[in-house]
């Protein structure tokens, strides 16, 4: 099993970033998938879940109306559309689902930083 996070990089507030997340050695339509985001000093928290089949979606009051998850099952890949960045988005983002998660592991994540 591997997650692989990419899509981060320095913005300036206000600003949008895509983030993508590419699986291998499972299949995610069969799981819900999630982006989470851990800030410096801070525990990782949960940002964003779309069910296996994409039909529903759940964000985090701090990100609702500036965050879209989607997923892309044929290509394997979970997308994060990140808008209005704001500095306290700054952080760095991983996706997982429950299955992975139960195995302790987790990508290498990608680093969001939203600064001036």
């Known amino acids: 099993v591997q997650l692989v996070e990419s899509g981060g990089g320095l913005v300036q507030p206000g600003g949008s970033l895509r983030l993508s997340c590419a699986a291998s050695g499972f299949t995610i339509s069969s799981y819900r998938m999630s982006w989470y985001r851990q800030a410096p000093g801070k525990e990782r928290e949960l940002v964003a879940t779309?069910?296996?089949?994409?039909?529903?979606?759940n964000y985090a009051d701090s990100v609702k109306g500036r965050f879209t998850i989607s997923r892309d099952n044929a290509k394997n890949t979970v997308y994060l559309q990140m808008s209005s960045l704001k500095p306290e988005d700054t952080a760095v983002y991983y996706c997982?689902?429950?299955?992975?998660?139960?195995?302790?592991?987790w990508g290498q994540g990608t680093q969001v930083t939203v600064s001036s």
């Open positions: 779309i069910t296996s089949a994409g039909d529903s979606t």
């Open positions: 997982n689902s429950p299955m992975v998660r139960a195995s302790g592991y």
